[in-house]
């Protein structure tokens, strides 16, 4: 029996043996081979830049010939400056360039300004608006010399009541794929404050098409409620063309026809433009210039040459052995022992059960009654049975 024991605790520490080499497992390398790509990459450069507007029709009144009749005056307005500097000029004293380019000091005029009277402290008690013998002050206080122009007068006398001028735009001034298109007038205009009485003073601004004789269309109005100051004033119209060619007509008119009977408004009256230009786009478009964009698109290529990696493994940590095997080995060396030990005496057992017994009441049928030697019957009625 306890060879058999001691057998079976062997095999179980051949069994440890086994679970510890399993655990310990040997360094795996990992290869890796990347193929070679290539990757592209697409930049967008958006370049900006604002178209400036060409006109179509311009004229800053540097010669006669915007206008086709003859009642254009051309002047630089030095002839209405005056040493009275009592009342304010009834007529612009200079262009609408003048106010509006830097002076000979690379600055604009300060405007509004007085005048000093009799060249001392004195000063005017109305706001002067133009540039006064071709001068003015800037922002520093220093007077600088104007940039001197020219502008279109027109006079209307006590006796008169209106005057039209006109110049025509033609189709080569306008391209046919915008006949039928917003276009945009811009001008600037003035006209005489007298003292803030109102003579009627009307200006009318109207397109005639060429194709048509009577048409004519009106497309702006001013009064002299449009005259805030006694300065120049900007204007921008949109209206549409209706054909190739059209008559631009500028019309000026003064409607109390009584000056000549009143000595106070026997007086002159004056309208003056300058600087009138057309453009084939909405006056919207000039006032926010028009913008363009220009995408300018760039690839780039980068190449992804082969790599090659290797990872090594490391050793995962190492259990302690598990008792689970000495413990199986022991069960298994003692118990098989015990089972066969037991079962051995329970067939024994039976076998000699199976033999015979003792009956001590008396005798079946299958007993041999047992004799005394002197063939008396044992005195305690003793039978003895064998099978």
């Known amino acids: 029996m306890t060879p058999t024991a001691t057998g079976n605790t062997q095999s179980s520490a051949s069994m440890q043996t086994n679970t510890q080499t399993s655990s310990s497992k040997p360094t795996i390398e990992t290869t890796t081979i990347l193929d070679e790509t290539s990757t592209t990459t697409f930049t967008t450069t958006t370049i900006t830049t604002t178209q400036p507007p060409i006109p179509i029709f311009s004229c800053d009144f540097s010669d006669n010939s915007c206008f086709q009749d003859n009642q254009v005056i051309i002047t630089n307005g030095a002839s209405f400056t005056s040493s009275d500097l009592s009342k304010p000029p009834r007529a612009p004293l200079s262009d609408a360039a003048s106010i509006n380019e830097p002076t000979g000091n690379n600055q604009k005029c300060n405007l509004p300004y007085q005048l000093s009277i009799d060249n001392n402290t004195n000063t005017s008690n109305w706001d002067m608006w133009f540039c006064y013998n071709n001068t003015c002050p800037t922002n520093d206080e220093d007077i600088s010399n104007c940039t001197s122009g020219n502008y279109g007068l027109i006079s209307i006398e006590p006796w008169e009541t209106n005057k039209t001028i006109s110049t025509v735009i033609n189709e080569n001034m306008i391209t046919r794929d915008l006949v039928?298109?917003?276009?945009?007038?811009?001008?600037?205009?003035?006209?005489?404050?007298?003292?803030?009485?109102?003579?009627g003073q009307q200006l009318l601004v109207s397109i005639k098409p060429d194709n048509i004789s009577d048409s004519v269309t009106e497309i702006d109005q001013l009064s002299i409620v449009d005259m805030k100051e006694n300065r120049w004033h900007q204007r921008n119209v949109t209206f549409n063309s209706t054909s190739t060619s059209y008559t631009l007509i500028f019309s000026f008119e003064v409607r109390d026809g009584n000056r000549t009977e009143n000595e106070a408004n026997n007086k002159t009256i004056y309208f003056a433009l300058d600087d009138i230009d057309i453009y084939n786009r909405n006056c919207d478009d000039l006032i926010e210039p028009s913008i363009t964009s220009t995408i300018?698109?760039?690839?780039?290529?980068?190449?992804?040459?082969?790599?090659?990696?290797?990872?090594?493994?490391t050793n995962p940590p190492t259990?302690?052995?598990?008792?689970?095997?000495?413990?199986?080995?022991?069960?298994?060396?003692?118990?098989?022992?015990?089972?066969?030990?037991?079962?051995i005496v329970v067939i024994l057992f039976m076998k000699k059960k199976k033999r015979g017994h003792l009956n001590i009441d008396g005798e079946d049928e299958n007993g041999i009654r047992l004799k005394r030697k002197d063939g008396r019957a044992d005195s305690d009625n003793l039978t003895r049975y064998i099978y």
Do not use: K, M, N, R
């Open 296 to 313: 300018i698109t760039t690839s780039e290529t980068s190449t992804i040459t082969p790599t090659l990696t290797t990872i090594g493994a």
């Open 180 to 199: 039928g298109g917003e276009q945009c007038l811009l001008y600037y205009y003035y006209i005489t404050l007298d003292d803030g009485i109102d003579y």
């Open 319 to 343: 259990t302690p052995p598990s008792d689970l095997g000495l413990i199986l080995g022991l069960s298994l060396g003692i118990g098989i022992p015990a089972v066969l030990i037991v079962t």
